[in-house]
């Protein structure tokens, strides 16, 4: 039978889970199973530049926690995995999408984005979007050539008029 304390320490981590899936607006999960520990380091690194959380729990805490959340992810939590939380929703699924084409040991099994969970493909599909400062630059190079070619037209509508 547990002890006291070590049952009151695994309510404490369920609800620190809980907390922090909820505040979240990624959660992906990953088996970091084969990388190196450079590697591993090198990926917390960069996950922690983008502001991103990582963690690792046992599976049965997890599962209970999400359960609690009512969100199903049994078919993820089968095997050792780390979980990268953050409020960004794009830059941690990109950060691991690309670090799991350079390093084929990286899996990423699922994950909850913006409080619904997410296939695969989804994550794929979201992991292409450019960066927010990237769609900033689109838009402005996009009001840029409407101006431009405002310009052109009011400049040779002038030069028609003068004739």
């Known amino acids: 039978m547990a002890s006291e304390k070590v049952l009151e320490t695994k309510k404490q981590t369920v609800s620190e889970i809980k907390e922090k899936v909820s505040d979240a607006s990624s959660v992906i999960f990953f088996d970091y199973r084969g990388l190196t520990v450079a590697e591993t380091t090198e990926l917390r690194s960069k996950l922690r530049a983008s502001n991103s959380d990582v963690k690792i729990y046992k599976n049965t805490l997890v599962k209970k926690a999400l359960d609690e959340l009512k969100f199903n992810m049994d ?6 995995n780390a ?7 794009v830059e941690p699924i990109k950060i691991l999408a690309n670090y799991a084409k350079e390093h084929k040991a990286l899996e990423i099994k699922g ?5 619904k969970i997410s296939s695969l493909t989804e994550l794929a599909k979201l992991a292409t979007v450019p960066s927010r400062e990237g769609l900033l630059t689109m838009l402005a190079g996009g009001m840029l050539a409407i ?3 405002l310009s052109i037209c009011l400049q040779l509508y002038s030069e ?4």
Do not use: A, F
């Not at 979980?83 to 929703?89: N, Q, R, Y």
């Open 147 to 149: 101006v431009k070619d």
């Open 160 to 163: 028609q008029k003068n004739e």
């Open 83 to 89: 979980i990268s939380l953050s409020k960004d929703i």
């Open 111 to 115: 994950g909850i984005v913006d409080g």
């Open 75 to 80: 078919e993820v939590l089968k095997g050792p």
